[in-house]
């Protein structure tokens, strides 16, 4: 998978490997990324650092001087994976005693020290914040002996750091405005792994996306485990009470998507994640008067129970999400609009399972990305629920998610059958290479001949037919 696809597929955990940069550096760092987008932005700033004390990316393990696996932790499968992909260099390491190996990002900071003794081959743990130690870490480790950082911050946001562009098309990136999470939802372990909420400096992101847009970037995807609740008043962390005179000189997420897209209408923004309870009517009025902000928000409901959402610590009911998704549609009505749901949570009912559904259909999701609730060590939930609904009913469950989904995503798709829609070119097709892809500004993407068009053009395409995941097109003259 390219990282071009990483939104919001990202949440699927499928490992990508860096490509390699070619630059003289003599050293070699193989760098896999697992988790969300925010992991493999993070894996930018990993390679930047990196790049600095003389490592090029390489995409084979085998010739490397350093393997890091930078690690979700947000269901179990997703450490497993990292647990198997560490078998696979058992061998290497035995061979080759002077290679380092390291962990990073969420499990290492879920699981410190631990996890050296658990990973025999592991040599180095290091938490999302503190990847600017890096240098004397790898140092330490050269001396023999084993390195651990796992220190949170509640300032560092990498801000100064220009992220070295990894598998890139050239076309998007990601750029992060916030790091860690406040909110507490019970079943999550983000706040653990991540840490406190702290904002980025609002000029050293409009540079950061400038610069991509002078080199030829068409979209930026700004990045967040809480995009909404981003708010900048003069220092790093979000301040729980700001004061009058601080909030008037602050800036909210809505005022930095309007200084993002002035920078030029042909610079195309999208954002995720957004939370429901802190989606406000300020963000989709800017969304709305600029054209080259996305008309796409991924809006996680997790459960459409008001009971099971309350037990979840998310702050909303059905009804205030109903509210917000009638805002959106009021605002923008041609707007896609995705979700994440959890099945099978700590007391969920067939009534609260069937209540998740009938939201699903009334909202009329474009797309879902849908998981099983997995107990998460040191969670809310963990510590005040019981983990009560059994395997069998929790893929039952699930299956019939995905089936109303399936349903609905076809629906969506043939309703676009005939429609013209302006799409940013990302690259040829993966089937054929007569044929490129693009995204529309709800996030879809159409497969269209390849004519005399290129990557990072835009183009008008209008839709002919769709496959239940793709739509096909042609373009026509705009
Ligand atoms: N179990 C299952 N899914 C989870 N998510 C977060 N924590 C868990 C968990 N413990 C899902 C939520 C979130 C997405 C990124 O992952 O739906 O929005
Ligand atoms: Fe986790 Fe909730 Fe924060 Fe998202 S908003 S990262 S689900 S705690």
Redesign the pocket.
């Known amino acids: 998978m390219s990282v071009e696809k990483l939104l919001p597929e990202e949440?699927q955990g499928e490992a990508l490997n860096a490509v390699s940069r070619n630059s003289n550096n003599s050293k070699k760092l193989y760098l896999e990324s697992y988790g969300?987008a925010m992991n493999f932005s993070d894996s930018e700033i990993i390679a930047s650092i990196l790049d600095k004390e003389g490592f090029d990316t390489t995409q084979d393990f085998k010739v490397a001087d350093l393997i890091f696996l930078n690690t979700c932790a947000?269901?179990d499968n997703a450490e497993q994976r990292v647990r198997n992909r560490l078998n696979d260099f058992k061998q290497l390491k035995r061979k080759n005693p002077s290679l380092i190996i390291g962990v990073l990002g969420c499990m290492a900071e879920r699981l410190k020290s631990k996890l050296l003794e658990e990973e025999k081959l592991v040599d180095l743990v290091v938490g999302p914040d503190s990847y600017r130690d890096l240098p004397n870490l790898i140092e330490t480790v050269e001396g023999g002996q084993k390195a651990v950082n796992v220190l949170l911050s509640r300032e560092e946001t990498y801000a100064d750091i220009s992220p070295v562009r990894l598998d890139s098309n050239g076309i998007t990136a990601f750029v992060s405005i916030t790091r860690g999470c406040d909110n507490m939802?019970a079943?999550?372990?983000?706040p653990f792994t991540r840490g406190r909420e702290r904002s980025r400096e609002p000029e050293t992101i409009v540079n950061e996306a400038r610069d991509l847009f002078e080199r030829g970037y068409k979209e930026v995807t700004l990045l967040g485990q809480n995009v909404n609740s981003y708010l900048w008043t003069g220092g790093g962390l979000k301040k729980d009470n700001p004061s009058e005179d601080e909030l008037k000189n602050a800036t909210t997420f809505a005022q930095l998507l309007e200084k993002v897209a002035l920078i030029n209408p042909d610079l195309r923004i999208r954002y995720s994640?957004s939370h429901p309870k802190d989606m406000g009517d300020d963000v989709l009025e800017i969304m709305a008067k600029y054209e080259n902000i996305c008309n796409y928000v991924h809006l996680?409901v997790?459960s459409g129970s008001s009971r099971v959402l309350e037990m979840m610590n998310r702050g909303y009911t059905r009804e205030w999400y109903m509210d917000r998704i009638n805002a959106i549609k009021r605002f923008m009505p041609d707007a896609g609009i995705s979700t994440?749901?959890?099945s099978g949570?700590c007391g969920e009912t067939e009534e609260d399972h069937q209540e998740t559904m009938s939201l699903m259909e009334w909202s009329g999701f474009d797309f879902s990305?849908m998981?099983?609730?997995?107990?998460?060590p040191k969670?809310l939930?963990e510590r005040k629920f019981k983990d009560d609904v059994d395997e069998a009913t929790k893929s039952r469950r699930l299956a019939e998610i995905i089936e109303v989904q399936k349903q609905l995503s076809h629906k969506s798709n043939i309703r676009d059958l005939g429609k013209e829609f302006k799409v940013l070119i990302e690259g040829v097709s993966k089937k054929s290479a007569d044929f490129l892809y693009g995204r529309n500004s709800q996030n879809k993407v159409i497969v269209f001949p390849k004519k005399d068009l290129k990557k990072g053009d835009y183009a008008t395409i209008k839709v002919t037919s769709c496959t239940s995941a793709t739509l096909l097109g042609e373009a026509v003259q705009s």
Not at 187 to 190: G, K, Q, R
């Open positions: 949440k969300c947000i269901r939802c079943f999550c372990v983000v994640t996680p997790q994440d749901t959890i949570f990305y998981f099983k609730y997995s107990e998460r969670t939930a």
